[in-house]
């Protein structure tokens, strides 16, 4: 019923910025009370919590991005927002969106690639 798309990744150099989004389209079995995270998963490790916001606003990082990176939503588009400023190579990883509601839902999308070079 519901798809996430992530787009924004690409390759840049360290220091450089990104914004990544990810929409979602489709209906929704529950209408509100939206969870959304942002998680990162690199080559040999773990997937890692990156970001959260939810419908009201709330925000929460990983202790590693915190300060570098934004998290916003534009809930009349069902859209959330990475934006990643002052870039390092650890930072590169493949970019996973997630949504979850009051209901039970709990969607991923396919990931977006962001590469940091030095």
């Known amino acids: 019923q519901v798809q996430l798309v992530e787009s924004g990744g690409g390759s840049v150099q360290a220091g450089g910025s990104l914004r990544l989004s990810c929409a979602a389209s489709g209906h929704t079995y529950c209408r509100y009370d939206m969870y959304w995270y942002w998680y990162r998963q690199a080559p040999g490790e773990e997937r890692e919590f990156v970001s959260f916001?939810?419908?009201?606003?709330?925000?929460a990082y990983a202790e590693s991005v915190k300060g570098r990176f934004t998290v916003s939503q534009d809930n009349a588009k069902n859209t959330v927002y990475l934006q990643m400023n002052s870039l390092r190579p650890e930072d590169t990883a493949m970019y996973y969106c997630?949504?979850?509601?009051?209901?039970?839902?709990?969607?991923w999308g396919k990931g977006t690639l962001v590469t940091i070079s030095s």
């Open positions: 916001i939810d419908s009201d606003g709330n925000t």
């Open positions: 997630r949504v979850s509601d009051s209901c039970g839902m709990d969607l």
